[in-house]
């Protein structure tokens, strides 16, 4: 079975300072990894996805995570917050046969301070 | 394109009622899944399809039904409505390819609550 944990559910930073949002998982097969955003009152949109293809995935808005088998761990990053990026974010993890749904960590919140 | 849509945005209901919310998808995709969403909890998917007129039950299915008569539909029932199904619910569909890994799109939400 698969699991994720999200290790703050929030997280404070100020505006052009980086950003850290931390997930580790658990899988019993080589994982696909899943960040998403969600903005209040909004869905779901994609930021970014490992697929066992490069370890250090690069998606929107200047967010990247970096996939470490050894850690188990896919952390998403970002170099300058902007007062848009403030939102709850999922880390997901699909793996097995995949068809049969998500898992998701019970989020972060994350406050940009002006 | 509309991709993910669902039908209605909000309801209120009272104990015991029913209701039905659609959700349809128009890019052909096989997968479809119902997930509702409680502050604090993430997403939780409550059932899922793998094909028109199959179904199967996820991790939260008690109080709840699901048909998929159509391959762009997927309808989640609610029979005997109760405050603790008060929630946001949010459908998604997808696909299997190398590139896209089950990666899943999600319909707006639809906020009920249960009085």
């Known amino acids: 079975a698969q699991s994720v944990t999200q290790l703050d559910s929030h997280v404070s930073v100020s505006e052009g300072t980086p950003v850290l949002l931390r997930c580790n998982y658990s899988?019993?097969?080589?994982?696909?990894l899943f960040w998403y955003v969600q903005h209040p009152n909004k869905g779901l949109q994609l930021l970014l996805k490992?697929?066992?293809?490069?370890?250090l995935v690069k998606g929107i808005n200047g967010f990247e995570a970096e996939f470490k088998k050894s850690e188990t761990s896919f952390h998403l990053t970002k170099p300058s917050a902007h007062m848009s990026d403030a939102a709850e974010y999922f880390c997901v993890v699909i793996s097995g046969g995949g068809a049969d749904g998500l898992t998701f960590g019970k989020g972060t919140h994350l406050i940009i301070q002006p | 394109n509309a991709g993910v849509t669902q039908t209605p945005k909000f309801r209120v209901l009272k104990t015991g009622q029913s209701m039905t919310l659609l959700c349809a998808q128009d890019m052909n995709h096989e997968y479809m899944y119902w997930y509702r969403q409680d502050p604090g909890m993430g997403l939780r998917l409550i059932h899922y399809s793998v094909g028109e007129g199959t179904t199967a039950k996820g991790e939260v299915p008690d109080g709840y039904n699901v048909s998929r008569l159509k391959k762009q539909n997927f309808l989640l029932g609610l029979e005997s409505a109760a405050p603790s199904q008060t929630s946001v619910y949010f459908c998604a569909s997808s696909y299997w390819s190398v590139a896209s890994s089950y990666e899943q799109y999600f319909g707006p939400g639809t906020r009920l609550t249960v009085t």
């Open positions: 490992y697929t066992s293809a490069a370890t």
């Open positions: 899988s019993s097969y080589s994982p696909s």
